[in-house]
């Protein structure tokens, strides 16, 4: 049984889905943070970069609408995502992970400024930043997600945080 502390933490992480504050996540929340970041990192939609990570946006959106979405309205409520979503993800956080992994890929290669597979850790923070993370956590997060210290952060480390943030409630 999932316990109410644990649902507490993870509902609260609801938020950061919901990019527009409407109390639902829905498919503009991750088109939303993907012309975000495109705006960010100066970079066009029309790109592959941007067509990439407009692609993966639509994967992820329907990974977790697949999930998530028990009455089939194209939205996820804050108690679906917390019924649904985490019930079922908690237990398997590798398959949050793979339905994050397509826009989390693209997220990487836009703020991939050197093209050398890897964000910065300041770049990182813009990313972060641009994905609702609270600012001061941003600067915290993103060296935590530099696991060997290189000043830089790379796919497996961002995707596996990703999915165990939002599948962990510590």
């Given at each position: ?7 507490r933490r993870i509902a ?86 793979e339905i994050a992994r ?58 596996q945080a990703f999915a ?7």
């Amino acid at each position: 049984m999932v316990s109410s502390e644990y649902e507490r933490r993870i509902a609260a992480r609801f938020a950061t889905f919901d990019q527009d504050g409407n109390g639902y996540i829905d498919r503009e929340d991750f088109s939303g943070a993907a012309k975000a970041l495109l705006a960010e990192f100066t970079t066009a939609a029309r790109s592959d970069k941007g067509q990439a990570l407009y692609v993966g946006a639509e994967a992820f959106w329907q990974g977790m609408a697949g999930i998530a979405d028990r009455d089939g309205d194209q939205r996820i409520s804050r108690e679906e995502f917390v019924s649904s979503a985490v019930k079922r993800l908690r237990d398997n956080p590798d398959r949050f992970a793979e339905i994050a992994r397509p826009f989390l890929h693209a997220a990487l290669a836009v703020a991939d400024t050197d093209s050398d597979g890897s964000a910065t850790v300041d770049d990182t923070v813009r990313v972060l930043r641009i994905l609702g993370v609270k600012d001061d956590l941003c600067r915290t997060a993103a060296a935590a997600l530099d696991t060997d210290g290189d000043g830089r952060v790379g796919e497996e480390e961002i995707v596996q945080a990703f999915a165990r943030y939002f599948t962990v409630p510590e």
